[in-house]
C-alpha cells in the first residue's frame, strides 16, 4: 500500500514560480513517482515522473527547461518545481505512484495509488 500526501500549489502570476511536494509513504523505493495534471475539460496528463531507484526522469515537452523533478530518498518526498509558469499550466496537480520499470509508460491505467490534487492557478 502507497500513501501520498500532497503540498503546495496555489496561484501566481505567468512568469512565476511554484513547487510542489509528495510526500510518498509505503514502498516506494522501486517505484514510479510522478505528477499529473488536469485542467477544467482536459484530459489528465503526465506531467514528469522520476524512477526512485536509479533517480532517472522523464518530462512532457511542454514543461523541458520549465520544470524539475528531484526527490529526496530519505523519506521519498518527491518535489516540482515549477519555473516560468505559463497561463496554461493552470491545472489541478496529482501526485501518482506505479510499479513501472523505469517509468516507462505514462498510461494513467499504470498509476496504482494517487494523491488527493492540489490546484494550481496562473495569471495572466
Known amino acids: 500500500q502507497v500513501q501520498l500526501v500532497e503540498s503546495g500549489g496555489g496561484s501566481v502570476q505567468a512568469g512565476g514560480s511554484l513547487r510542489l511536494s509528495c510526500a510518498a509513504s509505503?514502498?516506494?523505493?522501486?517505484?514510479?513517482l510522478g505528477w499529473f495534471r488536469q485542467a477544467p475539460q482536459k484530459e489528465r496528463e503526465a506531467v514528469a515522473t522520476?524512477?526512485?531507484?536509479?533517480?532517472?526522469?522523464r518530462y512532457a515537452d511542454f514543461v523541458k527547461g520549465r520544470f524539475t523533478i528531484s526527490q529526496d530518498k530519505t523519506d521519498y518526498t518527491v518535489t516540482l518545481q515549477m519555473n516560468s509558469l505559463k497561463p496554461e499550466d493552470t491545472a489541478r496537480y496529482y501526485c501518482?505512484?506505479?510499479?513501472?520499470?523505469?517509468?516507462?509508460?505514462?498510461?494513467?491505467?499504470?498509476?496504482?495509488?494517487w494523491g488527493q490534487g492540489t490546484q494550481v492557478t496562473v495569471s495572466s
Open positions: 501518482a505512484a506505479g510499479a513501472i520499470w523505469e517509468c516507462g509508460s505514462w498510461s494513467l491505467a499504470e498509476y496504482t495509488w
Open positions: 509505503g514502498y516506494v523505493s522501486r517505484a514510479c
Open positions: 522520476i524512477y526512485t531507484s536509479t533517480g532517472s526522469t
